[in-house]
């Protein structure tokens, strides 16, 4: 009996399928990467090599006391990742955050990929799903998918579970949030499936602050579309600074209208309980930590989307876990279409990880990748699958993609958005922050503190994950 083990496919090779290919070899399991990058371009690449950088040379925050993104490159620094072991080897000036020289880092993940014993690079685009005899694959396509795999990955997951386009709007920490200003109920009071009729947290603006936030919407910087991306409005989700072109009154009969919403925080004959205009924010993730503001996607340049959101009462010290925008980037309905070991529902053979998956940023799409790589390894070798513990940044992400997002039947064009890793994802410190002299914290002091225990609490439960493989 031949004891040879067949190869994972792994197709995609930019961060996410690099990483997961490495993965897979260091656990001994042999692995064809398929990259269509020299044979067929994409419109932002510029090079054939392994996961080049196409937009920006950082993978932001290397601090890994006080910043989830930080928290992120230790756990993957502890668990043997080729992509921060090369960013490491080839990083630039900074200041607090990882750069890396772009070519550099390229072309040391590409030689070290070539280099491995385990793993062959295939020069081909895989323009449909594979044949059944490649019984693991991870597809790790990121935001630039070919169309022929697009449409045949939608065609799987059934039309309307795979998107083209982000239509993101921004998402803020709720402890950031000023309720004595804003109110939890939802419009007319009306119980949903999950609700209980105080489902959105509101907050009012009068005609002065309304007229006053329309031209600052009006007047601020946007963002463009790259030429290659088109212009994907569509009446379903446009931006608010298009609603606003269309007319002063069109948000206030839009997303920010104010009807059947009553201000507690006024007496019953006081005209302000009836505000001019609503700005609603809706419960993002099940731990009830983040909520997004509902309609608001948008290009305004993420600067000015702190400044402008941050004078609607309620918001005026909002924390953002992630700003808006408005790009294309396809990625699957995660939540609704993968299991937790990041496999694909309807047909299990096929894994995914990267950007497609509904994570955002460089760092994010490798760590898919490391633990979808981890996944198809210990598959291959008749291991028990494990992932890592929610508490950490890396179980907080996965648990965002495969199961965290809530979603709400009124929540018009899908409701799952891809995110960064962040803080808001965690699972709450719920004991009260104090100072060592056993003063109780309050405002920005409490704020680091609290980042500060949930990095210590991850290093802490990744350590003991870790040493069970031992």
């Given amino acids: 009996m031949s004891t040879e083990i067949k190869p994972v496919h792994v197709i995609g090779g930019g ?8 993965q897979i070899a260091q656990s001994g399991v042999p692995v064809i990467l398929h990259e269509m990058r020299g044979v067929r371009t994409t419109e932002a690449h510029q090079t054939d090599g392994l996961a080049e950088l196409v937009c920006s040379n950082s ?5 890994s006391e006080r910043n989830a993104v930080g928290q992120i490159h230790w ?35 590409t030689a070290a990929i070539k280099a491995h014993e385990k793993i062959q690079v295939l020069r081909e685009e895989i323009p449909q799903i594979p044949p059944d005899d490649w019984d693991s694959v991870i597809i790790a396509t990121g935001p630039l998918t070919s169309p022929g795999l697009a449409a045949a990955i ?40 999950s609700g209980g009729g105080a489902d959105y947290i509101n907050c009012p603006l009068d005609r002065e602050q309304y007229n006053a936030f329309v031209d600052a919407i009006l007047a601020g910087e946007k963002t463009g579309f790259k030429e290659w991306e088109g212009t994907p409005y569509f009446d379903g989700c446009l931006p608010i600074e298009v609603m606003a072109e269309r007319g002063r009154e069109t948000l ?37 930590t983040l909520y997004n503001m509902v309609g608001f996607q948008t290009k305004l340049k993420h600067a000015e989307q702190v400044r402008i959101f941050r004078s609607i009462p309620g918001l005026e010290n909002a924390e953002f876990a992630r700003l808006g925008g408005l790009h294309r980037n396809t990625f699957l309905n995660s939540p609704r279409v993968l299991d937790p070991l990041l496999r694909l ?14 994570c955002e940023g ?30 950490t940044a890396l179980g ?16 018009g064009p899908p409701s799952f958005q891809p995110m960064n890793v962040n803080f808001g994802l965690f699972p709450p410190i719920i004991a009260p922050i104090a100072s060592e002299d056993g003063r109780r914290l309050r405002g920005t002091e409490k704020g680091v503190a609290r980042k500060m225990l949930m990095t210590q609490r991850a290093k802490n439960d990744l350590g003991a994950w870790l040493l069970q493989d031992r």
């Fill in 345 to 358: 529902k309807a047909m299990p053979r096929l894994r995914f990880a990267g950007q497609i998956t509904g």
């Fill in 15 to 22: 961060l996410a399928g690099s990483e997961a290919a490495w």
């Fill in 396 to 411: 907080a992400l996965l648990n965002h993609i495969t199961g965290g997002h809530v979603e709400t039947i009124d929540a």
């Fill in 59 to 63: 993978f932001r925050s290397d601090d």
């Fill in 75 to 109: 756990e993957m620094r502890a668990m043997g990742s080729l992509i921060m072991t090369k960013a490491d080897a080839h990083q630039v000036p900074a200041g607090g955050a990882l750069a890396v020289d772009r070519e550099g880092f390229s072309e040391a993940v």
């Fill in 362 to 391: 460089y760092v994010e799409s490798a760590a898919v990748g490391l633990i979808a790589g981890r996944l198809a390894a210990a598959e291959r070798l008749g291991l028990p699958a494990r992932l890592p513990p929610p508490t």
């Fill in 154 to 193: 939608q065609n799987v997951t059934g039309e309307k579970e795979l998107a083209f386009f982000d239509a993101i709007a921004p998402i803020v920490h709720r402890d950031s949030i000023d309720l004595t200003k804003a109110w939890f109920q939802s419009r007319y009071d009306k119980e949903g499936p």
């Fill in 252 to 288: 206030r009969h839009g997303p920010m209208k104010p009807f059947g919403l009553t201000n507690p925080h006024f007496p019953p004959d006081d005209s302000r309980r009836k505000a001019y205009a609503v700005v609603q924010l809706r419960q993002d993730n099940a731990l009830g």
